[in-house]
Antibody, heavy 121, light 108 residues
Framework: EVQLVQSGAEVKKPGESLKISCKGSGYSFTSYWIGWVRQMPGKGLEWMGIIYPGDSDTRYSPSFQGQVTISADKSISTAYLQWSSLKASDTAMYYC??????????????WGQGTLVTVSS | EIVLTQSPGTLSLSPGERATLSCRASQSVSSSYLAWYQQKPGQAPRLLIY???SRATGIPDRFSGSGSGTDFTLTISRLEPEDFAVYYCQQYGSSAWTFGQGTKVEIK
């Protein structure tokens, strides 16, 4: 079974750093792009960026460029999303999701269960 | 950036009724790059439709997608109790993905 399992909920203070993870299993991790999606409380889905673990090629949404860093460690089939200095406005649920393997397969399936990040003083 | 606008914002229907959800793009989208997702409270989104009209694995045939260019539609032929949820369309273009703001299908 193809699965993405994300790290647990985090509670942080403004200015702190954070790295959350997304571990893939049941497929060749290096052959599929992994995307990250933000969902602020009560709001819709926002694409943040995407990484190809095979060569770490990474693309960012202009809205998130410079605000977060996406990385991957293919040796442990895990992708990461990190912040160097959190803000209260980073409070949200964050999902990772796998993109299809071919050029035309631009949908995301499956999705991780989500990681809730709360930033509060 | 291509903007996707979904309508209506909320759809109030009864079980057994037909639901028609719209997704309009600010510029033409390749049908291959248009997908629909369902999200229930407290759950991650689930892929329903890809390539504008292909059902994902395990999705019941009461769900169907259609459209091309700038206008796409998700139709649920007969609403089941488990179909009441929020639905998002998503497109890919110019190395970026965007989502619509969502349509909530609620029980009338």
């Amino acid at each position: 079974e193809v699965q993405l399992v994300q790290s647990g909920a985090e509670v942080k203070k403004p200015g702190e750093s954070l790295k959350i993870s997304c571990k893939g299993s049941g497929y060749s991790f290096t052959s599929y792009w992994i995307g990250w999606v933000r969902q602020m409380p009560g709001k819709g889905l926002e694409w943040m960026g995407i990484i190809y673990p095979g060569d770490s090629d990474t693309r960012y949404s202009p809205s998130f460029q410079g605000q977060v860093t996406i990385s991957a460690d293919k040796s442990i089939s895990t992708a990461y999303l990190q912040w160097s200095s959190l803000k209260a406005s980073d409070t949200a649920m964050y999902y990772c999701a796998r993109r299809g393997s071919s050029d035309y397969a631009t949908w995301f399936d499956p999705w991780g269960q989500g990681t809730l990040v709360t930033v509060s003083s | 950036e291509i903007v996707l606008t979904q309508s209506p914002g909320t759809l109030s229907l009864s079980p057994g009724e037909r639901a028609t959800l719209s997704c309009r793009a600010s510029q033409s989208v390749s049908s291959s790059y248009l997908a629909w997702y369902q999200q229930k409270p407290g759950q991650a989104p689930r892929l329903l439709i890809y390539g504008a009209s292909s059902r994902a694995t395990g999705i019941p045939d009461r769900f169907s997608g259609s459209g091309s260019g700038t206008d796409f539609t998700l139709t649920i032929s007969r609403l089941e109790p488990e179909d009441f949820a929020v639905y998002y369309c998503q497109q890919y273009g110019s190395s970026a993905w965007t989502f619509g703001q969502g349509t909530k299908v609620e029980i009338k």
